[in-house]
């Protein structure tokens, strides 16, 4: 089935057109903080250049709050408007490696770790003071970050051309929210 997959959990966005193992093409663009301008640029010229996708994949998190609400917004949108089976997939998914760990910053002094093999998570993922989450590490399985935090780790964001090579992990386009919401009371 032919998928347009987007990520944008992270510092860096991407977007892809994949068919099962036939990648036809792949944008990567920056998303500050989930603000990038770049983003609907990137998603205009991915539809002009592959408009008969069937399926669009979007990657859910843990991640960037704006980045995550504006890419599953924008999928479900395009998959309505397009009439495509709209999925989700938990963008720590996006890395092409048999078996490593991620680990990002959830701010307030935690960080996000999940363990992947097999394109699955081994445990769910955890939110943990950073001394924690480096005591989960093993050796000899790479480390990827989102953000560079720790120095061991290769940072890297995860990227929408290796979502979609897990199908079996495809559920609810519904973000992962490690944390309640913030909210920030008036004064008055």
């Given amino acids: 089935m032919k998928t ?16 099962g193992d036939r990648h036809f093409f792949s944008l990567e663009f920056e998303n500050p903080r989930g603000r990038g301008v770049e983003f609907f640029a990137a998603l205009e010229e991915a539809v002009c250049r592959c ?23 924008a999928a479900w949108g395009l998959a309505k408007a397009r009439g495509a089976v709209l999925k989700g997939i938990p963008s720590v998914i996006g890395y092409d490696a048999p078996e490593y760990f991620v680990i990002g910053d959830a701010r307030a002094g935690q960080w996000f ?10 445990t769910p993922i955890d939110l943990l003071p950073p001394k924690e989450a480096t005591a989960h590490l093993a050796n000899g399985i790479p480390v990827f970050s989102t953000s560079p935090m720790l120095d061991s780790a290769c940072y890297e964001a995860p990227h929408a051309r290796f979502l979609a090579r897990h199908p079996n992990q495809f559920g609810p386009a519904d973000p992962i929210y490690l944390k309640p919401p913030h909210i920030t009371k008036s004064a008055a």
């Fill in 51 to 73: 408009d008969d996708f069937e399926q669009v994949l979007v990657g859910t998190g843990p991640g960037s709050y704006n980045g995550l609400r504006a890419s599953i917004a």
């Fill in 4 to 19: 347009l997959s987007i990520e944008c959990s992270s510092g860096r966005g991407s977007i892809a057109v994949t068919d």
């Fill in 113 to 122: 770790l999940a363990h992947i093999r097999g394109g699955a998570l081994v």
